[in-house]
C-alpha cells in the first residue's frame, strides 16, 4: 500500500495551482481574467503558475482576438484531470487517516 504522502502531486502543493486546478476541474473553460480575479492574483504570479501547469500538460491555453484584444482561455486536459483526481484522492485517504 503506498503512503497517501507519497501519493500527493507536488505541482499541487501551492495553493494558486490547487485553485487554479479547483477551478478548471467544475468549468469547460476559462478565461485568464477570470482566474485573475476569481483568486485575486497578479498578472505575473497567475501566469508564472499557469505555465507550471501547462509544462506538465496539465491545462491547454487557446490565445484568440476579441475584436483587438487578445483573449487567453484555459481548459483542463485529460492528464490534468487525473493528475488531479489522483491527487484529491490521497488528500481524502490522509484525512480519513487521521
Same mark, same amino acid.
Given at each position: 500500500?503506498?503512503?497517501? +504522502?507519497?501519493? $500527493?502531486?507536488?505541482?499541487?502543493? !501551492?495553493r494558486? /495551482? =490547487?485553485?487554479?486546478?479547483?477551478? $478548471?476541474?467544475?468549468n469547460?473553460s476559462? !478565461? &485568464?481574467?477570470?482566474?485573475?480575479?476569481? *483568486?485575486?492574483?497578479? #498578472?505575473g504570479? $497567475? %501566469?508564472?503558475h *499557469?505555465?507550471? =501547469?501547462?509544462?506538465?500538460?496539465? =491545462?491547454?491555453?487557446?490565445? %484568440? &482576438? +476579441?475584436?483587438?484584444?487578445?483573449?487567453?482561455?484555459?481548459?483542463?486536459?485529460? *492528464?490534468? /484531470?487525473? %493528475?488531479?483526481?489522483?491527487h $484529491? #484522492?490521497?488528500?481524502?485517504?490522509? +484525512?480519513?487517516?487521521?
Amino acid at each position: 500500500m503506498v503512503n497517501p +504522502i507519497e501519493a $500527493l502531486n507536488k505541482i499541487f502543493d !501551492s495553493r494558486i /495551482r =490547487l485553485g487554479v486546478m479547483s477551478i $478548471l476541474i467544475v468549468n469547460d473553460s476559462v !478565461s &485568464f481574467n477570470e482566474l485573475k480575479q476569481m *483568486l485575486e492574483l497578479t #498578472d505575473g504570479n $497567475l %501566469a508564472s503558475h *499557469l505555465n507550471t =501547469l501547462e509544462q506538465a500538460d496539465y =491545462l491547454k491555453v487557446q490565445k %484568440a &482576438f +476579441i475584436g483587438k484584444k487578445t483573449n487567453t482561455t484555459y481548459f483542463i486536459t485529460d *492528464l490534468g /484531470r487525473q %493528475a488531479f483526481k489522483a491527487h $484529491l #484522492d490521497a488528500l481524502e485517504k490522509m +484525512i480519513k487517516g487521521v
